[in-house]
Structures are given as structure tokens and as C-alpha cells.
């Protein structure tokens, strides 16, 4: 996959249905929704990044994060309950390594909706398009140790433990150990 394929996809970024969720851009007018989860410590203390201060800043975040789906650098899908009409979180991908035609996903869910199989749900649909439209080979998640219900999640869709990086993350002052799971395509489309 080349970048400028990833860049032409991502920059009319397509919505993505499942049973459940729908997954799409997120605009500004996603604010109030995003900071009802993204202002919760228990949130992002897995995460690299701190909770958001005000709603200000999420909408200001939003406002970036337009830009980027235009330029087509953005991999992230907002998650919305369809029955609900709700952003509770966000799915897609974090990074893709061109040459070995793999990408690493991440997600992050409001609090209120954990426990529900959502964010399996969601990775899986992520997965489904990077492996069917994308043509991936490989796709990984990372986790921070100690965050054991996001390594559920990844375990949930099929993906396989490879091991740990050591003080692999530094964040602020503290190194941070983390965990890989991954799935090739072959193992995905085999479940």
C-alpha cells in the first residue's frame, strides 16, 4: 500500500456500519460527546495523552482533526451508537508501515459503554476494511501493561500475544513497559 493510496482513501475517510456502530468522521459538532469521556483520568490512563480540560480544547481538537481528514493523515474513525446517535469513542489506525504493508490500530471507548463488546466490535470492522480494502497483511495493537481489559479486547478479535517491550514508552518523566498483540490476514479472514 502506498502512501498516497492511504492519503486518496483517508481524506474522504468511508463510513463503516456494523450490527451496532456506526464508525465515521468526527466533526466539531462531536465535542460535548467526545469530552464526556476523553475529561476521565480512568480514560487515558492507559493512554499517551492526558484528559482533556475543558470543552474548549476537545472542540479545538476537533477543529485539528478536520484538517487532518482533508489531508488525508488522519486513520481514526469516531464510533457512534446508531440507535443512540452518540460518539462514545474512537477506532481506526494509529500508524501504517507502508513497506511491510502492516498498521498498528488503536481505540478508545467511554467509560459508561465499557463491558459491552463494543470496542471488539468496532477493532473487528477496522480490521475487516484494512485487510479487504486496504489489502494489509499484518495489523498490531499495543497496550500498556497493566491495561489487561485492552488486551482482551485484541485477544477478543483473534489477535495473538508476541511479547513485550520493555520500557518501550516514555511518558513525562516514567518509562512504560508495553504488550503486542497482532493477526495476519490469513488468520483474519480464516475466523
Not at 476537533?62 to 486513520?75: D, I, V
Not at 440507535?83 to 478508545?108: M, P, Q
Not at 497496550?143 to 489487561?148: D, K, L, R, S, V
Not at 495473538?160 to 516514555?170: F, M, Q, S
Request: charged share 30%; net charge positive; proline share 3%.
Amino acid at each position: 500500500m502506498r502512501k498516497e493510496t492511504i492519503q486518496r482513501i483517508f481524506s474522504d475517510i468511508p463510513i463503516l456500519h456494523t450490527r451496532r456502530l456506526m464508525l465515521r468522521r468526527m466533526t466539531r459538532a462531536d465535542a460535548d460527546d467526545m469530552f464526556e469521556y476523553s475529561c476521565r483520568p480512568e480514560v487515558t490512563k492507559y493512554l499517551t495523552w492526558d484528559p482533556h480540560p475543558d470543552k474548549r480544547y476537545t472542540a479545538r481538537y476537533l477543529s485539528y482533526l478536520s484538517q487532518r481528514y482533508a489531508e488525508g493523515t488522519f486513520y481514526d474513525w469516531g464510533v457512534v451508537m446508531r440507535d443512540e446517535r452518540k460518539l462514545i469513542g474512537t477506532c481506526g489506525f494509529t500508524r501504517f508501515s507502508e513497506e511491510n504493508n502492516s498498521a498498528e490500530c488503536g481505540y478508545v471507548l467511554n467509560p459508561d459503554y465499557w463491558g459491552r463488546g463494543i470496542a471488539p466490535e468496532a477493532l473487528c470492522e477496522v480490521m475487516r476494511f484494512g485487510f479487504g480494502t486496504l489489502h494489509l497483511h499484518r495489523i498490531e495493537c499495543r497496550y500498556m501493561i497493566g491495561n489487561e481489559r485492552s488486551r482482551r479486547v485484541m485477544e477478543k478479535v483473534g489477535m495473538t500475544y508476541e511479547g513485550t517491550h520493555r520500557d518501550a514508552l516514555l511518558l513525562g518523566r516514567e518509562y512504560k513497559t508495553v504488550g503486542v498483540c497482532a493477526i495476519l490476514a490469513d488468520e483474519f479472514w480464516a475466523r
